[in-house]
């Protein structure tokens, strides 16, 4: 049976409990791997100090291949004035053979005034050199120059023509073999490659330490502040840093937005308690309500005129409050349940919720402008709830018209028009629904979707049109006023999806 390995600590972990520093110092003291932003940018400062090397090394070589090539130009120019300015006796064709051969060329030539003059001559060679003349000018080949070079085979030979800077006469011309000067060209590149390398590490550190101080760590600050404010809101942080620039910024419009959650939040909890206080106080007063409309119903038999003449107003009275506590209930609910979507025919839905708005055909009554077999994408109760919240809205405008006959329920006349078409190219659908009322206040127009602002008089909550306008953007779709005026009210809900 294997023992259990043991882990030894190691010396950092011995030399933290010697020293019996706190947990967090000791998690600071802890070694740690780069992070992934600073990590990056330090290869990222090495590899573009690369890139500005490999740019800068391009024309010094060139530089080093030309001026490799002149030295010889010149080493070979001055042998042959040695040569040529002693007795043709004084020395004989070796020796100035060697003098000319000094300078690492195989041969060398002087024209002068349209006569050339070979003064060494060049050996058998095993295929004819290259040709350069320094006298032109052309950036293109002096960079080309160093490639070849490097990439050419080992018995090429170079012939560099130039003018004479020692001596008299029109140019002079040497050849000589490539594979000492691509061994120096070699050395030089690696040379260079080594020397820009460590100053692409140490321009990287340099970098990498003035980003860490100056970016990374205030990063890190808000990092960690963001991390223990989603932890504890209610955990004070340190004071933001005095910085005026982009960091500095940050950290202050950090601290004023968790100050505003924090505010939020405590607003939240007050609300939820209160929430929970109205929604027992709304229970209890159901309840009551509905003992009271017990005894209105009770009170119906009675055959004393005052109450049968009083009893309309306590049924309106009462209908109102259970209406109220009814739409309180429902719009202090967290959330309203995600669409079940289906494929509805609009014609019977726009007739169940004429129904239930108490649409009637003695009174306020209906008109369906409706297509055949017209059909709409949408949940089929939460579509009930806003052709209702519509349509009762619609009948209780007109009923509250001071200048129709007949204001009560059922005997005041009106109609409120529900039209569908399909959206522009088939996709999704539009209804409208439009009553003959005296219109909304422009005062209420501007904010009818707000909680608790209604444009139906003393009977409306204020509710009904903000959740049937939430139900509508659950949908994808929107609810909104078209127009209101003095010649009635039209109401437009568009919904997504195939009509």
Sequence with gaps: MRSPEVQTPGLGDRLRDRLHLPADWRERLRPQAPDGLSSRLFLLTVLFTLVVEALILGPNA?????????????????????????????????????????????????????VMRQLLRAPNLPRTPD??????????????????TLFGPADRSIRVRAAPRYRSGDFIDVVAPAE???????????????????????????????????????????????????????????????RQDEIGKVERELARMQEEVRLSLRSRSRLVALGEAVAKINHDLRNMLTSAQIASDRLADSADPQVAKALPRLERALGRAAALTRNVLDYGKSEEPAPVLDRIALAPAVTAAAEDAGLEPTGVKLVKVIPPRFTVHADSD?????????????????????TRVGRRRGTARGAVRVEAQAGAGGEGCIIRVTDDGPGIPLRLSERLFEPFVSGAGGDGTGLGLTISRELAAAHGGELRLVQTGPAGTTFELRLPGQA
């Design 180 to 242: 000492p000067l691509k061994q120096e060209l070699q050395a030089f590149l690696l040379n260079s490659l080594l020397v820009s390398l460590l100053i692409s590490v140490v321009a990287g550190g340099l970098l990498y330490a003035g980003l860490a101080y100056l970016v990374l760590r205030p990063l890190r600050r808000v990092t960690r502040s963001i991390e223990s404010f989603a932890a504890d809101p209610n955990a004070m942080a340190g004071p933001p840093s005095d």
């Design 62 to 114: 060139a530089s080093f291949h030309e001026r490799w090539l002149l030295d010889r130009l010149q080493a070979a120019e001055l042998a042959s004035v040695g040569v040529e300015a002693l007795p043709y006796s004084a020395v004989d064709e070796q020796t100035a053979d060697q003098l000319l051969r000094i300078g690492g060329v195989s041969a060398v030539a002087i024209s002068d005034q349209g």
């Design 131 to 148: 040709f350069i003349d320094l006298r032109r000018k052309n950036s293109g080949a002096r960079l080309l120059d160093p490639i070849r």
């Design 382 to 402: 939460q579509l009930h709830r806003i052709l209702v919240n519509l349509m009762r809205n619609a009948r209780q405008s007109i009923e509250g018209d001071a």
